[in-house]
């Protein structure tokens, strides 16, 4: 194995408020942003997700089963961690004997720095924060590179792919609304049609009803399922139960997570009969599925959020900030083009780029996130109350204000 300091022109790692100078320096302003959003998170919760904090191996199995690598084949390697966060990951690569290069655009790389201390004063870990498409370091300065969970979060993802493996196959995607491309695709091959009820990644894009009933009536002539991703936008956070309620179509299976916990770590996925026919026993398992804790806080997650009187309650503040934030748009045309969203779900797109934006609301204490096409994503609690909406619409005028 090379020697690391023979691989390495230089590093800075980050334990300094200088060093944290010099970083931002390197990445510029417009880096911030988004970022500092997942910086503030797990600077806040630094320990959140890691094994040896929750006592569990769930990291662990993911990394081996999905490298299909065994322990044994990290040791000794040096590796560069590319969105490494708070060391998830980074924690389970020392642990088998790695030398980590942890490197993550955003401030989270603190986290991982103050929770492998000792690692670093053994010179088994660098921390880096800075953009990994200009790192200093010379051409094939690793044995190999860990991206887990990182491409979604990149503001270029077509540069992001570059030099990676291909996507997974069995996927083909569409522009939005294009019927006629998908139609045409449609081969005998063809499992499913599977959509976002409303798009949160792709700019909190709300599909119309139309769509919908035009998709199903195309999964039936085709004889192909429909699959309707309700992870972002269902379990009330539209205003009804599941977004698709709205449009009275029936989809064949739905994902869902995130909301059916109300913050503890639970997914499930919903089939009609005729689907489930296929999962048949020995046909799916899951090592922490079904655990007593996670489906009592799901049933009592449940009895709340399904409530009809809590869904009206939704649908009433939508419809207060959806208003406001159409008024503040026609104040501030320059700044804002479009308000999108249902319910709790809500899209702010501006003219240009978004990162300067959401770290301005983030100095005013509102955490928001980006989406794509320069959309702010508000996401407030189901149980936000009017005056808290109130607030966040003062600093949101005022960011506009600012840079106008």
């Known amino acids: 194995m090379l020697n690391p300091e023979d691989k390495l022109e230089k590093f800075l790692t980050i334990n300094s408020d200088e060093a944290h100078k010099k970083v931002l320096s390197l990445i510029g302003d417009d880096a911030i942003g988004y970022h500092e959003n997942f910086g503030f998170q797990w600077n806040r919760f630094n320990k959140l997700q890691l094994d040896s904090c929750n006592g569990s191996s769930e990291s662990e199995d993911r990394l081996l089963n999905q490298s299909e690598l065994r322990p044994e084949d990290f040791r000794d390697k040096v590796i560069l961690e590319v969105g490494a966060g708070n060391g998830r990951f980074t924690e389970i690569l020392l642990k088998f004997g790695a030398k980590v290069i942890a490197v993550d655009f955003s401030s989270a790389i603190f986290a991982n720095f103050n929770n492998h201390q000792k ?84 700019g909190i894009k709300v599909i119309p009803d139309w769509c919908l009933k035009e998709l199903r009536k195309l999964c039936n002539k085709k004889k192909i399922l429909l699959i309707l991703d309700e992870v972002q936008c269902g379990i009330s956070r539209s205003g009804d139960f599941f977004a698709f309620e709205k449009s009275k179509v029936k989809p064949d299976i739905v994902p869902i997570a995130k909301g059916i916990g109300g913050g503890f770590p639970i997914g499930a996925v919903l089939m009609n009969k005729k689907v489930s026919n296929g999962m048949t ?107 808290e909406i109130y607030q966040a619409l003062k600093i949101i005028n005022k960011v506009c204000l600012e840079l106008k």
């Open 119 to 202: 690692y670093v004063e053994s010179d088994k870990l660098i921390c880096i924060r800075g953009d990994v498409f200009n790192l200093p370091v010379i051409e094939r300065a690793f044995d190999m590179v860990l991206c887990y969970g990182v491409i979604q979060h990149t503001g270029n993802n077509k540069k992001a792919m570059e030099g990676f493996y291909p996507k997974v196959d069995g996927f083909d995607h569409f522009e939005f609304g294009d019927h006629k491309s998908l139609e045409k695709s449609i081969t005998n091959k063809t499992a499913a049609i599977m959509v976002e009820t409303i798009m949160g990644e792709g």
């Open 281 to 387: 026993p020995g046909t799916h398992g899951s090592t922490f599925g079904g655990n007593p804790l996670a489906m009592a806080v799901g049933n009592t997650v449940m009895d709340i959020v399904s409530n009809r009187k809590f869904l009206n309650n939704i649908k009433k503040l939508s419809k207060y900030f959806l208003s406001n934030l159409d008024h503040l748009k026609n104040k501030y045309p320059n700044i804002i083009k479009e308000i999108r969203g249902r319910g709790l779900l809500i899209g702010i797109q501006l003219q240009k780029d978004q990162t300067k934006f959401i770290q301005k609301l983030m100095d005013n204490r509102l955490l928001t996130i980006r989406a794509a096409e320069n959309v702010v994503r508000i996401l407030p609690p189901l149980n936000v109350k009017k005056n």
